[in-house]
């Protein structure tokens, strides 16, 4: 079965670069989530759209930005990039909403490193 | 508002023993609760997931969790630990399709 794409899977940056991370949900999945998790932490929320509009938003810095494209493919956005931001990114995508619980599937995450 | 309290940050065993993992929630409403399980440098692997439905939840790989409302516990059980069980092990709280809240995660070492 086909599961939720990020890309790229490793990235390197220096501070005050710049960085894309993209995510591929399932096929008809509507719904993504980013979460973001530092080392020997806890993943954290960061952002969530449905259906191309922002659902809820958490600790994401405003250097941070995310979208969700007509195609349902999400991106973020991180500019003047520090060394506190180096984590695993990792989005997750779920089904339909307004169908009771929707279980979130998790993509392999993007291992960010800020030099 | 809704908080998961993971007791153990770290629980060591032998492997064939019992593993237990404790996790205690707080929320004001009825909570979808789950385990999630990340192996290193790995994505997050859900074991198992309370959705009101049966309290005593049976998941992947043997493990199975009991949600206990008056003791507000969904504590992670397995009878036998393997040496492929070592991870990090989160219990995560939410509501319907709200995001996911994770505890501090506790780490399960297993000796041969």
């Known amino acids: 079965a086909a599961g939720v794409i990020q890309s790229p899977r490793h990235l390197i940056k220096e501070k005050r670069e710049t960085a894309t991370l993209k995510c591929y949900p399932i096929p008809r999945h509507d719904t993504v989530y980013w979460y973001q998790q530092g080392p020997g932490q806890d993943p954290q929320f960061l952002i969530s759209?449905?259906?191309?509009?922002?659902?809820d938003k958490g600790s994401i810095p405003d250097r941070f930005s995310a979208q969700q494209f007509s195609d349902y493919h999400s991106e973020l956005n991180m500019s003047s990039l520090e060394l506190g931001d180096s984590a695993l990114y990792f989005c997750?995508?779920?089904?339909?909403?307004?169908?009771?619980?929707?279980?979130?599937?998790f993509g392999p995450g993007t291992r960010l490193t800020v030099l | 508002a809704q908080s998961v309290t993971q007791l153990d940050s770290h629980v060591s065993v032998s492997e064939g023993t019992p593993v237990l993992l404790r996790c205690n929630y707080s929320?004001?409403?009825?909570?979808?609760l789950f385990w999630y399980v990340q192996h290193p440098n790995k994505g997050l692997q859900l074991l198992l997931k309370?959705?009101?439905?049966?309290?005593l939840v049976k998941g992947i790989n043997g493990f199975e969790a009991e949600f206990k409302k008056s003791e507000t516990s969904f504590h992670l059980t397995k009878p036998s630990a393997h040496m492929s069980d070592a991870a990090e092990y989160f219990c995560?709280?939410?509501?319907?399709?709200?995001?996911?809240?994770f505890g501090t995660g506790t780490r399960l070492q297993v000796f041969p």
């Open positions: 995560v709280v939410s509501r319907n399709t709200d995001k996911l809240i």
């Open positions: 309370y959705t009101s439905a049966a309290t």
């Open positions: 759209f449905y259906e191309k509009m922002q659902s």
């Open positions: 997750a995508s779920s089904s339909p909403q307004g169908l009771g619980y929707n279980e979130q599937f």
């Open positions: 929320s004001s409403y009825s909570p979808s």
